[in-house]
């Protein structure tokens, strides 16, 4: 297991995100503040390895209706849970790396923490 910090803890405020390439040659990490609490994201879409973590953040889209229906009203929840690919927009789970359209694929996570002023993200080797 390699540490690697990060950031300070008050580089990345909630709502905000660092991404980071530790090592030359290696897939960068995506370290997003989600609410206050920290979650750390391989930088490379399982799809088809686009910059995932430089997506767009957004929210669980639900439909009362299908979207087809004359009444259909879209509603966003856990805005800026949801990480989406600026490839193909395929959208992410923050906190579990699960893709929302098919839960069979998921992006790579790391364990991160806070020590002292230091936000440490643990990679395996
Ligand atoms: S590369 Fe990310 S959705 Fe296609």
Known sequence: ??????????EIPPGD?????????????GVFNVNGELYALRNICPHKRGPLCTGELTGRIDAAAPP???????????DGEVLRCPWHQWPFEIATGRCLVDPDVRVKTY????DGN????????
């Not at 297991?1 to 008050?10: N, Y």
């Not at 995100?17 to 990490?29: D, E, H, L, M, T």
């Not at 230091?118 to 080797?125: A, E, P, R």
């Open 17 to 29: 995100r660092k991404i980071v390439v530790p090592f030359r040659g290696r897939a960068g990490i």
């Open 111 to 114: 364990p991160v923490h806070v």
């Open 68 to 78: 087809s229906a004359r009444q259909a009203e879209l509603t966003v929840e856990g």
């Open 118 to 125: 230091d936000i440490v993200v643990n990679l395996d080797d």
């Open 1 to 10: 297991m390699t540490r690697v910090v990060i950031a300070k803890v008050w």
